[in-house]
């Protein structure tokens, strides 16, 4: 029933920018908070930034604060996260997933987007 769909991945160089979307549905969008996580070959999946269903209220990791900007549409059931400035160390498959509390911790996540690759080339 609930479904993450994301999309945007692709390849971009140093520098470069890049925006993620992930659709929502299965009726979670309004109440659940969402986040965005990524995994780089032979690493612990890792928060990356959260959004509270007002948007009011975000989270960031350090890596990412002041380049990344995550974002939502209650109108389209969409989440967003907007990748400036990037760097070969951004690279991972980035997912997009639902908690029903805001929260930066990975095991709170109750559904997840099948992933989308970001990779950045210098």
């Known amino acids: 029933q609930v479904q993450l769909v994301e999309s945007g991945g692709g390849l971009v160089q140093a520098g470069g920018s890049l925006r993620l979307s992930c659709a929502v549905s299965?009726?979670?969008?309004?109440?659940?908070?969402m986040g965005w996580f990524r995994q780089a070959p032979g690493r612990e999946r890792e928060f990356v930034a959260a959004i509270t269903p007002s948007g009011r209220t975000t989270a960031y990791a350090d890596s990412v604060k002041g380049r990344f900007t995550i974002s939502n549409d209650n109108a389209k059931n969409s989440v967003y996260l907007r990748m400036n400035s990037l760097k070969p160390e951004d690279t991972a498959a980035y997912y997009c997933?639902?908690?029903?509390?805001?929260?930066?911790?990975?095991?709170?996540?109750?559904?997840w987007g099948q992933g989308a690759q970001v990779t950045v080339s210098t």
């Open positions: 997933a639902a908690a029903p509390s805001f929260t930066t911790r990975r095991y709170e996540y109750k559904y």
């Open positions: 299965g009726g979670i969008f309004s109440t659940y908070a």
